[in-house]
């Protein structure tokens, strides 16, 4: 069975640009999240979607959107990039989106930012 | 406030030696559940356990074993006889019973397993 599938793998853009990053979750995964990874850090939790809607949100500013389509992938936009948002973006997916549930994570979106 | 502790940032050790990657956290939830990720250079985080407030069994897989304890709010992880392929990043991380799905994650200790 095919993992989480994020596209594009590498991104390169300059600021005040607009980015649209997208996933798709393990088959029969019905939940996505989001993660912020800068380098050397953590990832840190941007967004999750659950059938659609919007479970929870992390501490990042209104230019950060998602939305998640009927057939659960997702879409992560940014818009007017700041050089901070220059990271590796992770999406996971999950069976059942609880907070016990195991996250499969995908290979991640690498964008810089000039 | 949730948060993870991984004070170690770096470790290095020669194949076949034991290791021992440290986890301290925090939370107000009397249930939760904790985790431990791998990040291989690929990037691709792999899941290896997950653990729930209410179990503290420790746990062994091959040569992967984890160490909870409440008392000291640790979630110790040890690799037993370490191999070259062990190197990479690893990532303690906390979820608590809030409704929905966020994993808050430590800094990470970086493992060098060589020859």
């Known amino acids: 069975d095919a993992g989480v599938t994020q596209s594009p793998t590498h991104l390169i853009k300059t600021r005040g640009q607009h980015v649209t990053l997208r996933c798709s979750p393990i088959?029969?995964?019905?939940?996505v999240s989001w993660y912020q990874q800068v380098l050397g850090q953590g990832p840190q939790f941007i967004f999750q979607?659950?059938?659609?809607?919007?479970?929870g949100r992390g501490n990042f500013p209104d230019r950060f959107s998602a939305r998640q389509f009927p057939n659960y992938s997702s879409e992560l936009n940014v818009n007017a990039l700041l050089l901070g948002d220059s990271a590796l973006y992770l999406c996971?997916?999950?069976?059942?989106?609880?907070?016990?549930?195991?996250?499969?994570f995908g290979p991640g979106t690498r964008l810089t930012v000039l | 406030a949730q948060k993870v502790t991984q004070a170690q940032t770096e470790i290095s050790v020669v194949e076949k030696e034991d290791v021992t990657l440290d986890c301290v956290y925090e939370?107000?939830?009397?249930?939760?559940?904790l985790f431990w990720y791998k990040q291989p250079p690929s990037g691709e985080l792999v899941f290896l356990i997950r653990?729930?407030?209410?179990?503290?069994q420790n746990e062994i897989s091959g040569r992967y074993s984890w160490n909870f304890q409440k008392s000291t709010s640790s979630f110790n992880f040890t690799i037993t006889a370490s191999q070259v392929v062990d190197s990479a990043v690893y990532f303690c991380?906390?979820?608590?019973?809030?409704?929905?799905?966020?994993?808050?994650f430590g800094t990470g200790t970086r493992l060098l397993v060589s020859p």
């Open positions: 088959s029969g995964h019905k939940s």
């Open positions: 996971a997916s999950s069976s059942t989106g609880g907070p016990h549930n195991e996250q499969f």
């Open positions: 991380a906390l979820s608590e019973d809030t409704g929905f799905q966020k994993l808050v």
């Open positions: 939370t107000r939830d009397t249930t939760y559940y």
């Open positions: 979607y659950y059938e659609k809607e919007e479970r």
């Open positions: 653990r729930n407030s209410f179990d503290e």
